[in-house]
């Protein structure tokens, strides 16, 4: 299997977990690349069976360029502003034209514990925007920081690590799913 795990991070919390799924999956035999949103280059997506999408959850839903700003303005990196998921998934039907070029999808954002019962979030906003382009969305999960920067919830690492290793053998391990 081929996967493609793409993100979106401001603060570096999604980018880590991106690599931890991305080593569950190597883990289980997938062969795996991992990516920023903004530097994806043309053709990675080619061959690609397993597409793993990550982005933090920017009030309730995906990031904009406003939310960024503010996230910008709470010392994340600059570099970042542009660079977000949502935009992305606007264009993502010149990326992978046809329907037999997709592959199936995975979504996973981060979230700040103590909101865990607020109704939105970025991956249910993902896998909304992938369905309306016609996408299948196989899985779909919620990890957990202590605060807007972070750190990550103990143990969350190796859930990312172990829900990635689930997604190549095809049984997504137990997901906490909300909005
Ligand atoms: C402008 C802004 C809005 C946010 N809104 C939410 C929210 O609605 N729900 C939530 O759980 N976390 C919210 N957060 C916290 C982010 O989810 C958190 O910063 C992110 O998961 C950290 O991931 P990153 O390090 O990859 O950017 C918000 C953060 C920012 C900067």
């Given amino acids: ?12 919390n999604t980018q880590e977990l991106a690599a931890a ?6 883990t289980a035999g997938a062969e795996v690349a991992v990516s920023d949103v903004g530097l994806l ?8 069976d397993l597409l793993v999408l990550a982005a933090p959850t920017h009030a309730l839903t995906m990031s904009r360029p406003q939310s960024r700003a503010e996230a910008v303005s709470r010392g994340a990196d600059p570099r970042q502003l542009h660079s977000g998921m949502r935009e992305w998934l606007d264009g993502v039907d010149q990326s992978l034209p046809t329907t037999e070029d997709r592959p199936a999808v ?3 954002d981060t979230r700040i514990s103590k ?8 991956a249910g906003a993902m ?14 999960a919620s990890f957990y920081v202590n605060d807007v920067k972070g750190p ?3 143990g969350e690492r190796d859930r990312a690590e172990g829900w990635g290793s689930a997604l190549a053998t095809g049984a ?4 906490h799913v909300a909005g």
């Fill in 1 to 12: 299997m081929r996967a493609v795990i793409v993100f979106e991070s401001m603060f570096g």
């Fill in 106 to 108: 995975a979504v996973f």
């Fill in 41 to 48: 280059a043309p053709g990675t997506l080619a061959g690609c």
């Fill in 172 to 175: 997504p391990a137990a997901q």
């Fill in 127 to 140: 896998a909304r925007a992938l369905r309306r382009h016609g996408f299948v969305v196989a899985a779909r």
């Fill in 152 to 154: 990550l919830v103990a």
């Fill in 21 to 26: 799924v991305g080593e569950g999956l190597r």
């Fill in 115 to 122: 909101a865990r019962h607020w109704p939105g979030s970025a």
